[in-house]
């Protein structure tokens, strides 16, 4: 009887006694001593308490959902090493999508971990501070996940023994390496404007998705795994996203212009970075699951579309140049593609030219400018390396100022034409590879001018020495193993062997 | 006689990632723990400064005046990365879980008697907001160490105590039959309570502090070496003769949780200070300082709870983490 007696509290106010209850105001040591950075950006916030929780978790149903996920994954992980699951993906050449995100985003997903414990100290509300937290914790989940499927194929494959080490030195991980940093050093609210609203709710459908789908199309049933697991994680975190753009929106109009400019500007900078997942999806996939054109047309033109109408009505307009990106989207592969064919002697995973029919492929998807600007380039490319004369790249490229990607891009108006941008300050030139990329760099001199440019440092003698295998050394490369084409390669003999093998037995 | 399935045998060609088996000094199979631990912070080539603070790097050794030849000698003995860790914590929460729904279903708690009712509500709901300060520090550390060794037992430590928060919320709950109004006055207590007002000055004081080695040692050795013997074993003693029975079902976690934080801590001190006689002497004036202000702070609420029995307790405290520390090789 006395138990029915008692008022049972709604999900929302428990929550909220559970959690922002637990604050208090400073009064012995002064609030702006005790949360420093939190108003140094411009942002105004009048009343921390309108921030709406985004989800609403308490750490005991935390440690139970996640432990049950946990549970589950790590099961598919063992099974999967004690039964050779390598061998049932479609081909070796899937292998280099996983090398590209185990050196290039697992790491992402701790510079995230580091990340959110920051502001999730730093903010002086309750409500944001416990939010970010939960992320952070489950970044680290994401990383060690990541690095724990991936081990198995690290035992049989090249180019994923040394993730960390590269993702500090090796001149194409620089791009997201200094996206993040970009990110990191960033003020608090900027950082979840770029992490939070741009890469995880904005892009997300554009680069974690396109990685998880392309191993449940290519038989790699542990990323696969992970990426189904780690499903409601992102979920909740694209809920995050969208909560901290309408509380600063909501809490002042002179958040406005602020909250716009960082949006044009991660807008821009995450889909530099998304030339990457691009040239993955259309080249590195044995089994295609759609091309770059149509996942943007669907996840940036339509969601995106839709998510910025929201906006409208506080005064929000759609990312400066997207409508450039879009233009890019026809484009943007078959130029990262063959930067990375260029230098594929330089880089920890292998290139090559696509057989015919997944040229014809390319040339259905895209029907006015592949079969105009790249399928004869490709041709040409696998002509040559069929008369033993492979072409490699000698010169050192030029690199963007601010998204550190080879200046190869072209106008998108004029395929033949290199696009790119310059900068005077404090009496140096600057290049840019794009108006977007150079409005950046314009807003901020003073910290791109700080950027660590892998080829400037190569030129100064700062990586490992004067030849090109002394960098590549120093990269802690195998040598003809790790990079260079992959016809001929270890990983394309070793597959060849267990596949005839499978077939006798 | 043995049963043998027949498999498909592959040598693989390498048994681990190369950082991995450096550090092993072979290439062989490596641990869980081992492979999403090490060298898994980035180290150098940082591409800006932070805006918020450009005096230090993304990740930075000088935040601490600790040095190291190598910020991977120490290593988490529970071997928690975030698969383990979520696993024991459930397991831990489980239990308490149990024990809640029990109290709850049989009435228990109003067994007890109500003068101890109200002194529970007094000592132990505004340690809700010192938890709440820990997984403030805690969260401050895993921010700014170096190393994802000890970044991530901060971290774990962070989510920990926002978790015991909530317990010690959800045991003012059951006291005021889920009104909330135990944890309003807690608050008026934690804000004005004479009581209270060490407590929360030397917390408010440790949100300032700058080198987070200092700070972790100011946390977790001094503060939680005051709070989890207090707390939940002298306190727990005195409600025996009042019908605690319910409120030491509802210590369990509690008291599990302060031991595993020993395992960790203590070997880390153990570790840092071996390192070097200057490490030895750093760890020795932060716990030197902060736990004689924790035996200060907590002075009033120890004898407010125990009366005469208040400075054998607080004697007692502070021999162990005198005990403590130098088994860890620091003089307090």
Known sequence: MAEKRKKKLGIKQRYSMLTRGLGWDTTYQDMDKVFPYDNYEGIIIHDWEGWEDPFRLTMDAYWKFQSEKEKKLYAVIDSFA????????????????????????SPLEYQAARGFTHVGRQFRGVGPRVACQMQAIDELRHVQTQIHSMSHYNKYFDGLHSAPHMHDRVWYLSVPKSFFDDARTAGPFEFLTSISFAFEYVLTNL??????????????????????????????????GLEVIKFMLEQDERNIPIVQRWMDKWFWRGTRMLALVAMMMDYMLPKRVMSWREAWDIYFTEAGGALFADLARYGIKPPKYADIATKEAEHISHQAWHIFYNYTHAAAFHTWVPGKEELDWLSEKYPTTFDKYYRPRLEYLDKEEKAGRRFYNDTLPMLCQVCQIPMGFT??????????????????????????????????????????????????????????????????????????????SPDQKLWDEWQAHRKKA | MSLEIKTNVIQPRRHTYDHIAKRLGADKPASRYQEGTWDLQPTTNFHYRPTWDPSREIYDKSLT????????????????????????????????????????????????????????????????????????????????????????????????RLGIAQIISRVGLLLDDSTGKSLDQ??????????????????????????????????????????????????????????????????????????????????????????????????????????????????????????GGADEAMTSIRMEITKRAQKSGIEI
């Open chain 2, 186 to 307: 807690a608050k008026v207590d934690w804000m004005e309570n004479d009581l209270w007002q060490g407590v929360r000055r030397m917390t408010e004081d440790s949100f300032v502090v700058k080198d987070w080695f200092e700070l972790l040692v100011a946390q977790n050795l001094s503060m939680d070496g005051v709070v989890f013997p207090l707390f939940y074993q002298h306190f727990d003693e005195a409600g025996q003769q009042h019908g605690g029975a319910p409120m030491s079902m509802l210590n369990e976690f509690m008291q599990d949780w302060g031991k595993d934080e020993k395992r960790w801590l203590d070997h880390l001190l153990k570790v840092t200070a071996a390192e070097s006689p200057e490490n030895a002497a750093l760890l020795s004036k932060w716990a030197s300082v902060w736990t004689d202000r924790a035996i200060e702070a907590f002075t009033p609420i120890a004898s407010h709870v125990l009366g």
């Open chain 1, 411 to 488: 106008d998108m108006d004029d395929p033949t034409t290199i696009s790119f941008e310059v900068s005077e300050y404090n009496g140096d030139k600057y290049h840019t590879c794009s108006l977007g990329c150079k409005d950046i760099f314009d807003y901020e001199p003073a910290k791109y001018v700080q950027a660590w440019l892998p080829v400037h440092q190569i030129y100064q003698g700062n990586c490992g020495g004067a030849e090109v295998p002394d960098v590549l050394k120093w990269y802690n490369f195998n040598l003809g193993a790790d990079n260079l084409e992959y016809n001929g």
């Open chain 1, 82 to 105: 004690q039964n050779n699951g390598h061998l049932g993906i479609t081909d070796a050449r899937y292998v280099n999508a996983l090398k590209l995100f185990l050196t290039g985003v």
């Open chain 1, 207 to 240: 680069l974690f998705v396109p990685f998880m789908s392309g191993a449940a199309f290519n038989g790699d049933m542990a990323t696969v795994t992970f990426g189904f697991s780690a499903q409601s994680d992102e979920a909740r975190h694209m809920t995050l």
């Open chain 2, 65 to 160: 005046a600790i040095e190291m030849e190598d910020w991977y000698s120490f290593n988490d003995p529970r071997q928690l990365y975030y698969g383990t860790y979520t696993m024991a914590r459930h397991k831990m929460m489980e239990a308490e879980e149990n024990h809640f729904k029990f109290i709850n279903k049989s009435n228990m708690m109003a067994s007890m008697n109500e003068a101890w009712q109200q002194k529970v509500k007094e000592f132990l709901l505004p340690m809700r907001h010192y938890e709440w300060g820990a997984n403030m520090n805690n969260c401050d550390c895993s921010d700014k160490a170096y190393g994802t060794a000890i970044s991530q037992v901060a971290l774990f430590a962070a989510m920990d």
